[in-house]
């Protein structure tokens, strides 16, 4: 499984300066899960050391210019930037993660300034990054400084696992039974997203129109890659955390019924982490050996060494 890094969030000393700007979430704890493939266009056209750059905005247009000498080097980058973006797209990856406020690698608030002054707002697109998303609108994107914020690391993280799941099914030569089966495991995690996109995805997988299942796949790929790009948040997660409460309770006691409810409410109230509902419930997935449930990628949505359902600020 692969995520592609800019290069200096490695550690790698390609920056303008020949120093690194290593993220020790990646290098620490990234590396375990994913082989991560550096990308680095600067130093591929530049070298290192070399002159900074910034963007500049030119009559309209945003121009790439050397700080020091002023030569414009947009051309260079533009076409490096297409280049490892196809690389990207060729390495089959199921994410990336981009160093923030890059005139490259910066994926948003990247500073442009205005010509022949030092006034900039922080409105822009790397070169490289903008190159990746044309190429691939779908791929799990995320900045470094962002996947500080738990909410976003946690919904980074789903997103990149479904992702690969999907490629994996698509790669399988599924019939229209295994696109139920795919579908249906993933219904409680599209369902913490959103509703709406669920029952788009079921109207693809109904296919009331008979359509042939190349058509269908094409149309449940672009459709489920969009809905897992959306952010859960922590009332969505809770009505699903009732939907799977109401697998089992009218099987249970009273006192346990309360139990679990006043779990999913501490969840809800920010009391409690996520994880500590998930395994209440899946105690109960097992004793009544709810099959339904037990293949619902919401309860096991990447591997529990993460940890990020244990951290309360993991839902907003
Ligand atoms: S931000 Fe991008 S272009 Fe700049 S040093 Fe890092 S990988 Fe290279």
């Known amino acids: 499984m692969k995520i592609g890094v800019s290069s200096c969030l490695l550690g790698n000393q390609c920056r303008y300066d020949g120093a690194g700007s290593k993220f020790e979430f990646v290098v620490d704890v990234l590396s375990k899960y994913f082989e991560l493939i550096p990308y680095c266009p600067e130093e591929m056209v530049f070298g290192i050391p070399r002159e900074s750059i910034r963007l500049v905005d030119i009559d309209g247009e945003i121009k790439v210019i050397s700080n020091k000498i002023q030569k414009d080097v947009t051309n260079e980058l533009s076409a490096i930037s297409k280049t490892l973006a196809q690389k990207a797209f060729d390495d089959k990856l199921c994410g990336f993660i981009f160093k923030a406020k890059s005139p490259s690698c910066g994926v948003e608030r990247v500073k442009l300034y205005q010509n022949n002054s030092n006034m ?16 691939q609108p779908f791929l799990p994107i995320e900045e470094d400084g ?76 672009s459709s489920f890659l969009a809905a897992i790009g959306e952010k859960g948040n922590i009332n969505k997660t809770y009505n699903v955390l009732l939907h799977i409460f109401g ?63 244990s951290d309360l600020k993991a839902y907003k």
């Open 120 to 135: 900039c707002e922080k409105k822009a697109t790397g070169l490289f990054a903008q190159a990746v998303q044309e190429k």
């Open 146 to 221: 962002r996947l500080n914020d738990p909410w976003l690391k946690e919904n980074f993280l789903m997103q990149v696992f479904a992702y690969k799941d999907l490629g994996e099914f698509l790669d399988s030569n599924p019939t229209f039974k295994n696109l139920v089966e795919f579908h249906t495991s993933y219904k409680y995690l599209i369902y913490a997203k959103s509703q709406a996109s669920y029952k788009n995805l079921g109207a693809i997988v109904a296919n009331h129109e008979k359509e042939e299942l190349g058509v269908v796949l094409e149309n449940y790929k």
């Open 247 to 309: 697998y089992f309770k009218k099987l249970i006691q009273k006192e346990e019924k309360e139990h679990i409810l006043s779990a999913c409410q501490e969840y809800k109230e920010g009391i409690i982490p996520l994880i500590a509902v998930i395994k209440l419930l899946n105690l109960y997935v097992k004793r009544f050996n709810q099959e339904y449930l037990k293949t619902q990628k919401f309860l096991n949505p990447y591997p529990k060494e993460f940890a990020l359902r």
